[in-house]
Nanobody, 115 residues
């Protein structure tokens, strides 16, 4: 089993930045992909970004490309989502997802962007 804990959410102004963290614990040696998703009120959960732990290959949703950066620190079993030039439409609950030996989710962290 793997446990994921997100942090770093909060309130930001339009054009501002936030950095989300996702700390993994448990059977982390099995993990090979980390992803971030988000869910706004009344909407489906949507993919934001992904990264493979071994090769560091990254992939982004078109809506965040050029503004968000996904990264990770293998030694600390921690993933990050750097969010720059935030927009009100980025307001959502952000979830960390890890894949490897299972499909694991964190509890989420709220991001609110004011205009």
């Amino acid at each position: 089993q793997v446990q994921l804990v997100e942090s770093g959410g909060g309130l930001a102004q339009s054009g501002g930045s936030l950095r989300l963290s996702c700390v993994a614990s448990g059977d982390t040696f099995r993990l090979y992909t980390m992803r971030w998703f988000r869910q706004a009120p009344g909407k489906d959960r949507e993919f934001v970004a992904s990264m493979t732990w071994s090769a560091g290959a990254t992939f982004y949703a078109d809506s965040v490309k050029g503004r968000f950066t996904i990264s990770g620190d293998n030694a600390k079993n921690t993933g990050f989502l750097q969010m720059n030039n935030l927009k009100p439409e980025d307001t959502a609950n952000y979830y960390c997802n890890a894949v490897g030996g299972g499909d694991f989710w964190g509890q989420g962290t709220q991001v609110t962007v004011s205009s």
